[in-house]
T-cell receptor, first 113, second 112 residues
């Protein structure tokens, strides 16, 4: 299958700081990527759709100024959690589609202390 | 929008038995139904998918069935093994959208 790489896999940051998470499609181009948040023992919640060369589309209830998304190339999307707070601690995971199927990055475990 | 429901939320089976997980969807325009397996702390991995032009698909011990009329689809795992233990998610997508709508997940435990 296709490869989607996400970094970092784990990050611990202090409250008030910002954290950037990268999502790369390694062997295909992706004009669209997706960012999900997953709470423990729960399903994947779509946060936003990242569109190459244009603004991201955010799901209802997701603050676009807090979760900044940039999709500057066909293989890279970034999610920046700004002014992080402990309640932002979660597992963030990206995905991209190719060949009609979705492939996920490894996920990023964010802990805000 | 699409709403995907998944049952059961937890499932325990003895090694060698079969496991069945069921999902329903609401949007009749949905035409692609993948299943993902997620081990603890890892990414969801696509294990099998089915498109709306077929009713059943099989890959070794895993099979998926689709009933378009009733808008439900199921995952069947036969001869379960301990390494099948994981959380399984169903999803649905229609041709007019890029994103998947996920079910709430089923935690499968295979007891040796």
């Amino acid at each position: 299958g296709a490869v989607v790489s996400q970094h970092p896999s784990r990050v611990i940051c202090k409250s008030g700081t910002s954290v950037k998470i990268e999502c790369r499609s390694l062997d295909f181009q992706a004009t669209t990527m997706f960012w999900y948040r997953q709470f423990p023992k729960q399903s994947l919640m779509l946060m936003a759709t990242s569109n190459e060369g244009s603004k991201a589309t955010y799901e209802q209830g997701v603050e676009k100024d807090k979760f900044l998304i940039n999709h500057a190339s066909l293989t890279l999307s970034t999610l920046t959690v700004t002014s992080a707070h402990p309640e932002d601690s979660s597992f963030y995971i990206c995905s991209a589609n190719t060949g009609g199927s979705a492939f996920f990055g490894q996920g990023t475990r964010l802990t805000v202390v | 929008g699409e709403n995907v429901e998944q049952h059961p939320s937890t499932l325990s089976v003895q090694e060698g038995d079969s496991a069945v997980i069921k999902c329903t969807y609401s949007d009749s325009a949905s035409n692609y139904f993948p299943w993902y397996k997620q081990e603890l702390g890892k990414r969801p991995q696509l294990i099998i998918d089915i498109r709306s032009n077929v009713g059943e698909k099989k890959d070794q011990r895993i099979a998926v069935t689709l009933n378009k009329t009733a808008k439900h689809f199921s995952l069947h795992i036969t001869e379960t093994q301990p390494e099948d233990s994981a959380v399984y998610f169903c999803a649905a997508k229609h041709s007019g959208a890029n994103n998947l709508f996920f079910g709430t997940g089923t935690r499968l435990t295979v007891i040796p």
